[in-house]
């Protein structure tokens, strides 16, 4: 019977295990060196609110995580977004300024709300008028077969500095936690590449998919996103899966690998390696000096920070109606030493999904990242609690005290996808061709989200079953 490992029990390997206990022909064994299963997915239920304390939700465009919670038998707990209140604001100067309704990302769907917004000089009106109108050329500019550029290139081609700065800036900074002047266009934002191949002008190319309709953008479950780590996690025989077992080393021995763990050493015929860059790049730098150079990447952290507001407590709050809003960071803005690390985005939660709070009460959750997040690892839970509140009483009105609040860290967990990393991904993949057997999955090669990892996941697992 091929008897198969995987290290690391985050999402895409947890995905891994559950794809390989549907086969009979092998056996597997999932490491995990924390006493959890699922990463950065996890779920706290109290007083009646659901908060998450990562990943909140699925791009619903995406199948795969759909399609997984409908395996598990959860199809009756998968909810959409509430998009006819989905509306997002960016934080300028203090103030609160909506974005535009109907755009997707950067690119808007419809005229009228573009000419109206106060986040728009004409200079940028004209120039989003200008784009739509200069399709052909747009079309001849478009990036050819492995071409790459940054974000914010791709984003000044089309629709100048400004949009640049103040819509692109905020969004990508929100999701990756990093900067768009060295996140890859094609590795980031791949559909936008696609749509300047086959239609030059992106609104032109938005505008008609819009014509189709469109689902909500975002899903989750009612009881939280851990249900899919619960689910998985129990469709595993319980001798298959190892907490708070650390692999120490991995070596190619013959057609098979040896693990080595402080407690044990075993042999399999095949190891899915679910680990972040960084582990997996210690554990694989004695097999092939390159595995050290194309697993060396930047990764920033995050920090979550939920504050939730009991109904009375939230009486006299007065939220705003939409998703939350993002922070725009005006170019050249220096920070004086008094200030607080800034936040980049809060979420509405009670008002982006319905069964996340109890009636009239409120959940707002802060994220840090970026340049700040590295500063504010290391302060107490109290600390983050007091400067996420004081910020997000700038913006939303003081606060009351929150009757529930909570704070996760996420060290280096955001990889930083810069230009050229497909083709780096390239380069490793050609690597990988030489040791059979082994497979890398995870949020550092080909996608972020939840389905990209749960895709991911269990392509490795199918393809590891294969001897």
Known sequence: MRRIAIIGGGLSGLAAAYQLAQDRSVEFTLFEASGRLGGTIET??????????GPDSWVTEKPWARELAVELGLEAEVIASNDRQRRTYLLKNNRLVPMPDGMRMMVPTRWTPIMESPLFSW???????REARSAEELKQSALGDGQDESVASFVRRHFGGEVTSTIAGPLLSGVFGGSIDTLSVRAVMPAFVKLEREHGSLIAAMRQRQEGGSAAVFT?????LETLIQ?????LPVSSVRLG??????????GQWRIKTAGATELCDAVIVA????????????IHSQFDTLLTMNATSAIIVALAFSAENAKHLRIPRGFGYLVLQPPGTSKRPEDDPPLLACTFVDQKFSYRAPDGAVLLRGFF?????????????ATLISVAHRQLSRALGQLPEPDISLVRRWPSSLPQYVVGHLDRMAKLAEVLDGFPGLHLV????????LPDLIRQGREAARRAARA
């Open 44 to 53: 706290v239920h109290r007083d009646g609110f659901v908060i998450e304390c």
């Open 123 to 129: 200079q940028a009106r004209l120039a989003y008028l």
């Open 220 to 224: 989750s479950l009612k009881p939280g």
């Open 231 to 235: 689910r998985m996690a129990q469709a």
């Open 245 to 254: 077992e650390e692999v120490h080393s991995l070596v190619q021995q013959g």
């Open 275 to 286: 680990t972040p860059a960084q582990v997996t790049r210690q554990l694989l730098r004695p």
């Open 369 to 381: 990242g970026g340049d700040a997040a590295p500063a504010l690892l290391d302060e107490g839970d």
């Open 442 to 449: 995870g949020n550092a090669y080909y996608g972020v989200g």
